[in-house]
């Protein structure tokens, strides 16, 4: 089973950036499509953006396009996603996890970190 960590949260102006980072145990996460999704305090966790076990293609919720990027580094068994232009409404906990269908699907996935607080905030 993979254990993933979420870093990199913190209190961001609007307009600002942060950069979250999802690291994973495990020899397996490679072989994984991987998303991110996020929870804002009072709402149900929501898709934020995936991308395939190579890198090769990616997928945003429309909130976010344009605004965030996903990227992943296999040989560091690391996943992250840089945000910019961040606003009030980004502010969540966000989550990393494997995906079981592409382009965000989770059904049957039990296994989340605890994920990083995003605050955006002035």
């Known amino acids: 089973q993979v254990q993933l960590v979420e870093s990199g949260g913190g209190l961001a102006q609007p307009g600002g950036s942060l950069r979250l980072s999802c690291a994973a145990s495990g020899r397996t996460f490679s072989s994984y499509d991987m998303g991110w999704f996020r929870q804002a305090s009072g709402k149900e966790r929501e898709f934020v953006a995936s991308i395939t076990w190579n890198g090769f293609a990616t997928y945003y919720e429309d909130s976010v396009k344009g605004r965030f990027t996903i990227s992943r580094d296999n040989a560091k068994n690391t996943m992250y996603l840089q945000m910019n232009i961040l606003k009030p409404e980004d502010t969540a906990v966000y989550y990393c996890?494997?995906?079981?269908?592409?382009?965000?699907?989770?059904?049957?996935?039990?296994?989340w970190g605890k994920g990083t607080l995003v605050t955006v905030s002035s």
């Open positions: 996890t494997r995906l079981s269908g592409w382009p965000s699907s989770t059904y049957g996935i039990n296994y």
